[in-house]
């Protein structure tokens, strides 16, 4: 089993950043691959970024390349979405997620966290 639990939700104003973490505890973490997705009202459940379990490879949604930069540190046992140039479309429940396999889709993760608001006003 892996435990996931999200921080760093909140309220910002478009053209604003916001620093998601992401803390895990159970199994060893490097042997993880990490992503993260968000949920806007309404919406199905949508791919945003992933992280190798090692961090030496990352992939983004088109939507976020080049603002939203995914990082891990596996001596702390912690995933991190840095979020820069928010836009109100960004405004969703951002959920980390752990998966054994290397895949963009929600099915491929194992372990999902219980998520964090994050509202971008304009």
């Known amino acids: 089993q892996v435990q996931l639990a999200e921080s760093g939700g909140g309220l910002v104003q478009a053209g604003g950043s916001l620093r998601l973490s992401c803390a895990a505890s159970?199994?060893?973490?490097?042997?993880?691959?990490m992503g993260w997705f968000r949920q806007a009202s309404g919406k199905e459940r949508e791919f945003v970024a992933r992280i190798t379990g090692s961090g030496g490879s990352t992939d983004y949604a088109d939507s976020v390349k080049g603002r939203f930069t995914i990082s891990r540190d596996n001596s702390k046992n912690t995933v991190n979405l840095q979020m820069n140039s928010l836009e109100p479309e960004d405004t969703a429940v951002y959920y980390c997620?752990?998966?054994?396999?290397?895949?963009?889709?929600?099915?491929?993760?194992?372990?999902w966290g219980q998520g964090t608001q994050v509202t971008v006003s304009s």
């Open positions: 997620a752990a998966a054994s396999n290397w895949g963009r889709r929600p099915h491929t993760y194992d372990y």
């Open positions: 159970g199994r060893t973490f490097s042997n993880y691959a």
